[in-house]
């Protein structure tokens, strides 16, 4: 199992953060590796990565399906790969305090099956710098499109 998390201050208000964030498809772009992604309904979609390691090509599916919205704090999600065998959970909160807000995202997977073993550690090295890169540029995102809230 693989566990990353990655938290960011953002000058803006909790409710700036929420409404771009309650919006999958906002981040679902900013995964490092997105090829496109499909809503099937409100709280499932199917995402679609293509990524290089070393010479090699590969494309991996997966499922993710919102499991809580707790507005304007907390988004749960659960993660299971349909083209391998993976599955797994994340977290985005938003808590603020001044004026200014502390957003963190939480991303677990686990890989089964015989690739499991050679997955693990692949995982373990990446998924950290996915988590903390998708977080940063969420971040940077709501700050360039923060508007006022009333």
């Given at each position: 199992?693989?566990?990353?998390?990655?938290?960011?201050?953002?000058?803006?208000?909790?409710?700036?953060?929420?409404?771009?964030?309650?919006?999958?498809?906002?981040?679902?772009?900013?995964?490092?590796?997105?090829?496109?992604?499909?809503?099937?309904?409100?709280?499932?979609?199917?995402?679609?990565?293509?990524?290089?390691?070393?010479?090699?090509?590969?494309?991996?599916?997966?499922?993710?399906?919102?499991?809580?919205?707790?507005?304007?704090?907390?988004?749960?999600?659960?993660?299971?790969?349909?083209?391998?065998?993976?599955?797994?959970?994340?977290?985005?909160?938003?808590?603020?305090?001044?004026?200014?807000?502390?957003?963190?995202?939480?991303?677990?997977?686990?890989?089964?099956?015989?690739?499991?073993?050679?997955?693990?550690?692949?995982?373990?090295?990446?998924?950290?710098?996915?988590?903390?890169?998708?977080?940063?540029?969420?971040?940077?995102?709501?700050?360039?499109?923060k508007v006022p809230v009333r």
């Amino acid at each position: 199992m693989a566990i990353a998390s990655h938290s960011v201050i953002i000058s803006a208000s909790v409710e700036n953060v929420w409404e771009y964030v309650s919006q999958i498809e906002n981040w679902a772009i900013m995964v490092p590796a997105y090829k496109e992604h499909e809503q099937i309904d409100e709280q499932k979609s199917v995402w679609t990565f293509e990524g290089n390691m070393k010479g090699f090509k590969k494309t991996v599916k997966m499922e993710l399906n919102v499991t809580e919205f707790h507005e304007p704090s907390m988004i749960r999600f659960e993660l299971k790969g349909l083209t391998d065998n993976f599955t797994g959970s994340g977290t985005f909160t938003a808590e603020e305090t001044a004026e200014q807000t502390t957003m963190t995202g939480t991303i677990e997977v686990n890989a089964g099956g015989l690739t499991g073993a050679v997955l693990t550690p692949v995982i373990k090295m990446v998924l950290p710098k996915v988590t903390t890169h998708l977080t940063e540029k969420i971040a940077r995102q709501v700050k360039q499109d923060k508007v006022p809230v009333r």
